[in-house]
């Protein structure tokens, strides 16, 4: 299952670093951060919750970059 | 400006003015200390919190952390050593500066790039009791009835019930040429009703129609990542603790060995400046933020002239093309049969033209609609009587009361008159008149008229070789072939075999050398897919050639191709640039620092100033309109 969120950060790096705390999330197949259009593609895991995975990779990526935000 | 935009360039402002004042108040010791942490803390207080929280939450190597130790290690130096606390406030200044630069930039090209895109219609209009009502394009129905007005959008794919009009077709195909529309006629989301009213019965939602497919595409392009992007994510993960280390090393080692090893006075002030100066040059944004603004930037120029390419790896890879092969009808020709040339005549080629329309007047064959289409103007049918069509020959007829025959050399064979054979290509239509023969008509599948330019424009651009693969018999192929310049050709092929060329194709070629296919995307979908990079052509509306090509060009015109390519050239040409320079400059401060003659305002420029440089390069890439 995939599914795009909208989010918002402020460089380009702290994108990437986001993307990388996605991916490492339990739960998550596979993540990509689009700076440009500030949308994050997440491909979940088969059986998985998608609500309640993304709490968890929200939680990861304010960890990376305390000025991140992902609108769930 | 946002409003997070507005505040930071008031902290900006504030902190600036506080600091050149400053340097007129004569004050020493612990109080110029404490008033110079005025306009420090103003404009660094967010980056010191950001460091202590990216320490709270073990990820260490960021721009925050190195700011903020660049900084406060300034400032120390400044209090022991000098009292010069400008220094440690400019640096920060200017790394704020800097990400307001960067933050506005690409919050500007963001805007400017969706804007070129911007082909979304908001709104659909439903009649309902003779009243006009504006309804979400998402939530019409298909088979439901819409009105589009002068001036508005056409919000969903229909058929047009009723009224006729002039499109402008330039948002999806990047062609100001304008499209004629009529009652029957098949329309597409996304085209500007110009000129009468239409009523058009939907045939899709509104997310499956041509507009919101587009958007789709454009939109994520960027994200499949290019192996430049990939290589400056890993680079930016690597480089970051190196430069850490490398300044922490700076600072201890050197002191120590003049100490200990030759004996001179350790100088830790100097070296542990130099260190600093490590710090601020090192921030790798520059490159990260570039590479993908090259990209999107480039993608986005690209939708704008009709050109869309499906990802930023794409883009990459076309810009490596060296090798085109096309597919021949409907690519390279027209695919549509028309009236080539007329020879042997003795009367006027258009009595000819006119005596061959009207004999074939009453039958709707291609062929007889393509000689009506030559002949051009309104039949007169009450001139014709007597047709008779005999079957596999052709027809006879009387025209004005003379006998006309079209057909054949079989019809010409039963009528005994003597014909003159045709060294063309096509399908040939014999005339007879009064019984006599008056010439013949050669009616054939026409090169598109840009065909031949487009192949000469494409070895321009550095292709090296342009293959030709059809089913079509190979002596019209040959023809085509060498009337375009097409440097080989590969004909009666079926499908299957044009997937099995293009392996052969791939297998000889370089690495490094790309081959492209274009096709029309009507059965050589496979082909699309197997080939490095697929490129549909004359697309719009198509959508299994939008699904199966990289590269999708939203006409049908053929110069497009040589002309996406020098996009993906430039565009790239950009991305190397960007990293080059960045790259470059950063190394030749990092080395100057290292020996002491960059100082701290050097290192700024390292990082701000080459950031700036890259991201209006980038920008660069959004104009591809005179390629």
Redesign the interface.
């Known amino acids: 299952m995939k599914k795009t969120y909208k989010i918002d950060v402020?460089?380009?790096?702290c994108a990437?670093?986001m993307e990388q705390a996605a991916k490492d999330t339990a739960g998550v197949k596979n993540a990509?951060v689009?700076?440009?259009?500030?949308?994050m593609?997440v491909e979940f895991e088969e059986g998985q919750d998608a609500k309640t995975v993304m709490q968890e990779v929200r939680k990861n990526c304010k960890?990376?970059?305390?000025?991140c935000e992902i609108f769930l | 400006m946002s409003r997070k935009q507005k505040k930071m360039l008031v902290r900006i402002l504030i902190a600036a003015a506080l600091m050149i004042a400053l340097n007129f108040v004569p004050v020493q010791g612990y109080v110029r200390f404490a008033l110079y942490l005025v306009p420090y803390l103003i404009i660094g207080y967010d980056i010191l919190i950001?460091a202590f929280?990216?320490i709270k939450?073990r990820?260490a190597f960021?721009?925050s952390l190195l700011m903020a130790i660049a900084t406060i290690g300034a400032i120390a130096i400044a209090l022991v050593e000098n009292g010069d606390y400008t220094e440690a406030i400019a640096v920060m200044l200017f790394y704020q500066v800097g990400?307001w630069f960067?933050?506005y930039a690409?919050g500007k090209s963001?805007r400017n790039?969706s804007e070129l895109m911007d082909i979304r219609p908001d709104y659909a209009n439903i009649e309902t009791d003779g009243k006009l009502e504006q309804v979400d394009p998402d939530e019409v129905e298909p088979g439901s009835e819409i009105v589009v007005q002068p001036g508005e959008k056409v919000p969903i794919d229909g058929i047009v019930t009723e009224g006729s009009s002039t499109l402008n077709t330039s948002a999806l195909t990047g062609e100001s040429i304008p499209r004629e529309v009529e009652t029957g006629d098949e329309i597409l989301s996304g085209c500007i009703n110009m000129t009468g009213v239409l009523r058009i019965r939907t045939t899709k939602e509104f997310g499956e129609s041509t507009v919101s497919k587009i958007l789709d595409l454009v939109?994520?392009a960027?994200?499949r990542?290019s192996k430049s992007e990939e290589f400056i994510?890993k680079f930016?993960r690597i480089y970051t603790p190196a430069v850490v280390y490398s300044a922490i090393a700076l600072a201890v080692l050197p002191p120590l060995v003049r100490m200990f090893g030759v004996g001179l006075p350790a100088e830790w002030g100097t070296w542990i400046y130099r260190a600093l100066t490590f710090l601020v040059i090192s921030c790798?944004?520059a490159l990260?933020?570039s590479i993908?603004?090259s990209f999107?930037a480039g993608i986005g120029g690209a939708s704008n002239a009709g050109v869309l390419i499906k990802g930023s790896n794409y883009m990459e890879t076309l810009s490596q093309t060296k090798y085109v092969v096309f597919d021949k009808t409907g690519t390279l020709t027209k695919g549509v049969f028309e009236v080539n040339a007329v020879h042997h005549n003795e009367m006027a080629r258009e009595k000819l033209l006119e005596y061959a329309a009207l004999a074939e007047s009453a039958s709707s064959h291609p062929i007889s609609k393509s000689l009506q289409r030559a002949y051009g103007k309104e039949l007169d049918r009450s001139r014709v009587k007597d047709i008779k069509e005999i079957s596999g020959n052709g027809v006879t007829a009387l025209v004005d009361g003379i006998p006309v025959a079209a057909g054949n050399d079989k019809l010409m064979k039963k009528l005994g008159i003597e014909y003159i054979d045709c060294h063309h290509v096509g399908t040939i239509i014999h005339m007879a008149i009064d019984g006599k023969y008056a010439g013949h008509i050669v009616i054939s599948d026409i090169e598109k008229p840009h065909a031949a330019e487009a192949v000469r424009e494409l070895k321009a651009s550095g292709v090296v070789k342009t293959v030709m693969l059809t089913g079509d018999i190979d002596r019209v192929a040959r023809q085509v072939a060498s009337s375009i310049g097409i440097d080989q050709v590969y004909s009666e092929l079926l499908p299957e075999d044009k997937v099995a060329k293009v392996e052969e194709l791939l297998a000889e070629k370089k690495e490094k050398e790309k081959l492209a296919f274009v096709g029309d995307g009507i059965n050589d979908a496979p082909v699309l897919t197997r080939a490095d990079i697929g490129i549909a052509m004359g697309a719009m509306g198509s959508d299994a050639a939008i699904e199966a090509a990289d590269v999708v060009l939203m006409d049908d015109d053929p110069l497009k191709i040589a002309k996406a390519i020098r996009i993906s050239r430039k565009c790239l040409r950009i991305v190397y640039e960007n990293i080059w320079f960045a790259i470059g400059i950063k190394v030749i401060c990092l080395i100057l620092g290292a020996v002491g003659i960059a100082n701290m305002w050097l290192a700024i420029f390292a990082d701000v100033g080459v950031m700036i440089i890259a991201v209006l390069n980038a920008i660069r890439a959004l104009f591809v309109k005179k390629l």
Do not use: W, Y
């Open positions: 402020d460089c380009a790096n990437n670093k990509v689009n700076f440009m259009t500030l949308k593609n960890k990376v970059e305390d000025d | 950001k929280k990216g939450n990820q960021d721009e990400e960067q933050s690409v963001r790039i939109e994520n960027s994200s990542k994510t930016a790798p944004c990260v933020i993908p603004l999107f």
